[in-house]
Structures are given as structure tokens and as C-alpha cells.
């Protein structure tokens, strides 16, 4: 576990990662959050100083559902973990989560005639908690023959 640790840990908060974001330009992945809030000071990327663009960085970012998954299943109580903490924000709050509706969810409209609906995000999830996402850690042998692929 130790060796992969450096893989689902995020450079900019030395956490695992949550809702895992990558960099189109360079593949670099960060906690959403944290790379969001860094690149409201900077254009490049924090770990190997690529520009990533020029006026709007945000566009080159992406949702890394499959590296998500990844950590989800590698770190115990992670996931449960993450969905308890926003419900509790939300509920301390008083607040309901709000997201992108399909056209079933419209409840109403705003000024500009927009459909918005409120979301239950306990009876939903971004992924399932039995994804297939097969994962195999074999030991390395002591050998010198390091022309084996070891992660596959």
C-alpha cells in the first residue's frame, strides 16, 4: 500500500483524493477542491509547472471518475466517510443539494427560464459501491529480471 499511496494522494493537501480532477495537459490529479482553490492564483500545474492555460484554466480539468474508484476501493471507509461529511455540512446548513436535472426532475424554473431542481443525494450515487474495478497487487520477486510488467 505504501507504494501506491504517492499515486492516490493529492500533492496540494497530502489527503487522498476526493472527487479526483485531472489536468488535460499534463495528467497530473488533485482533489477537485484543492486545484480549483490553486488555480485561482496560478495557470500552471503544481507539480510540473506546465501552463495550462492561458485565460481559463478550468476548462482542462476533468472528472477522474476511474482514479476515484481506484481510491474508493483501495481505502477502507473512504467513501462512507466523504458521503457523511456532506451530508452533515448540508444538514448543519439547513440546505438541500441542488444539481443538473433531467427533464422528469423539473420542479420549476428560474428568472431566465431555466429548470433547477432540488437532488436527494442519498438515493444516488456518482458510482456503485460495487463497481468493477478489478484491482491485483502481487509481490514483486527478489529478482534482478525487471522486464516483467508488473502492474497490468
Known amino acids: ?26 495528467l ?3 482533489c477537485k477542491s484543492c486545484i480549483v482553490k490553486y488555480l485561482q492564483t496560478s495557470k500552471y500545474c503544481p507539480m510540473c509547472n506546465t ?52 427533464s422528469e426532475d423539473t ?3 428560474d428568472p431566465m427560464g431555466l429548470p433547477y431542481s432540488t437532488f436527494d443525494h442519498s438515493r444516488a450515487h456518482y458510482f456503485r459501491y460495487d463497481e468493477h474495478v478489478s484491482l491485483c497487487l502481487e509481490k514483486q520477486s527478489s529478482s534482478k529480471d525487471k522486464s516483467k510488467a508488473v502492474l497490468q
Open 51 to 102: 501552463k495550462i492555460h492561458e485565460t481559463q484554466p478550468l476548462l482542462n480539468l476533468k472528472l477522474d471518475r476511474v482514479m476515484q474508484d481506484i481510491v474508493y476501493k483501495l481505502v477502507p471507509g473512504l467513501q462512507e466517510s466523504e458521503e457523511k461529511r456532506i451530508r452533515e455540512f448540508y444538514q448543519s446548513r439547513g440546505l438541500d443539494r441542488v444539481t443538473q436535472p433531467s
Open 28 to 30: 497530473h490529479t488533485f
Open 107 to 109: 420542479v420549476g424554473g
Open 1 to 26: 500500500m505504501k507504494e501506491l499511496n504517492e499515486h492516490i494522494v493529492c500533492c496540494l493537501c497530502a489527503g487522498y483524493f476526493i472527487d479526483a480532477t485531472t489536468i488535460t495537459e499534463c
